[in-house]
Every structure is written in structure tokens, then in C-alpha cells.
């Protein structure tokens, strides 16, 4: 079973930076869409940012400008860097790689990291 692994949250001010990783292992990484969603209280989990295989990106309008989705092929590893952070990014942040070979989709999810910004 393939487990997506992320890490780098924690708490921050408002205005402050994180960055988060995740890490892919057991998969052939750079065949595979990779995006990041957040869950807050309450809510339903949405996605945030994507990037195709090819490096091509997407972002929520509400992130853009302020996070930035890359992504190391050599390192089996997915980014998120995240800059002048707000209240309202508060969430668990979990990230999902997605692959379709022929009819069969493969699509994995990582344990979520929480992200709290806060004064």
C-alpha cells in the first residue's frame, strides 16, 4: 500500500512562511499529477495547488500569488512553500498524487499535516 508522507507544518504567525513536504516513495513519482488539499473545521477538503508531470501548475485563486507548488522528481518529493500566511489558511493540509495507466487510476493520499496561523 503506498503511502504519501508529509511534513512541515506547525504554527505560525499571521504573515509568516512554511513549507511543506511530502514525500512519495514507491511510486514511479514523476509519471503522477500532484497536488496539495486542505481540510478546516468544519469544512469540506478542497485542493489548493496542483502540478501536472510535466511541471505545469495550478492554484485556488485565494493562495495565488502568496504559495507556490513544486515538485523534485529526483528526490521523490512534492512542496509547498506557503508566504504571508493568514488566519483563514488554518487546516490540515494533505497531499495526493493521481496517475491513470489505460482504464486503471492510482490515486494516493498522505496522512495530513496540520497548519495553524495564528497570533
Known amino acids: 500500500q503506498v503511502q504519501l508522507v508529509e511534513s512541515g507544518g506547525g504554527l505560525v504567525q499571521p504573515g509568516g512562511s512554511l513549507s511543506l513536504s511530502c514525500a512519495a516513495p514507491g511510486i514511479i513519482f514523476s509519471f503522477y499529477a500532484m497536488g496539495w488539499s486542505r481540510q478546516a473545521p468544519g469544512k469540506q477538503r478542497g485542493w489548493v495547488a496542483r502540478?501536472?508531470?510535466?511541471?505545469?501548475?495550478n492554484y485556488l485563486d485565494s493562495v495565488k500569488g502568496r504559495f507556490t507548488i513544486s515538485r523534485d522528481n529526483a528526490k521523490n518529493t512534492l512542496y509547498l512553500q506557503m508566504n504571508r500566511l493568514k488566519p483563514e489558511d488554518t487546516a490540515v493540509y494533505y497531499c495526493?498524487?493521481?496517475?491513470?495507466?489505460?482504464?486503471?487510476?492510482?490515486?494516493?493520499w498522505g496522512q495530513g499535516t496540520q497548519v495553524t496561523v495564528s497570533s
Open positions: 495526493n498524487g493521481f496517475s491513470k495507466v489505460g482504464l486503471i487510476e492510482y490515486d494516493y
Open positions: 502540478i501536472t508531470s510535466g511541471g505545469s501548475t
